[in-house]
C-alpha cells in the first residue's frame, strides 16, 4: 500500500487501510495540519477507523509523548496495538515534527 502524498510513517504492506500525518511537535504538543495528513486508499474510511483513530490512538498518543517526555531530537519509535488497529509515531530527530501512523492490519 503506497500513496504519492503520504505525510507520516509508512505502514506494513499488509495494512488494509492506514491514516498518516506530519503533525507540528512543539512542547510535547502535537498540532495536526489538515493539509498534513492522509488516507490510504485515498477514500473516507469505515467509521470505525476513522473513530479509533481520533478516539483511542491519538489520545494515547498526546498522553504518552508527555509521560515519556519524547523530544524532537529523539528517534524513539511509540506504537500502540488495540485489536486490529495499531497507532505509531516518531520525531525522526527533524526537531519540530512528528510522523504518524495509524493502521488496520488485515484479519
Avoid: H
Amino acid at each position: 500500500m503506497t500513496s504519492t502524498y503520504w505525510f507520516g510513517r509508512q505502514p506494513p504492506a499488509t495494512a488494509l487501510r492506514a491514516w498518516g500525518a506530519r503533525a507540528i511537535y512543539q512542547n510535547l504538543a502535537i498540532d495536526l495540519v489538515w493539509d498534513r495528513q492522509s488516507w490510504q486508499p485515498d477514500e473516507k474510511p469505515p467509521a470505525a477507523f476513522e473513530e479509533w483513530v481520533n478516539k483511542v490512538g491519538l489520545p494515547w498518543l498526546r498522553k504518552e509523548c508527555k509521560a515519556r517526555y519524547l523530544r524532537g531530537d529523539s528517534s524513539e519509535v511509540l506504537s500502540f496495538s488495540d485489536g486490529a488497529y495499531t497507532i505509531e509515531a516518531c520525531p525522526n530527530r527533524s526537531f519540530g515534527y512528528l510522523y504518524i501512523v495509524a493502521y488496520e492490519a488485515a484479519a
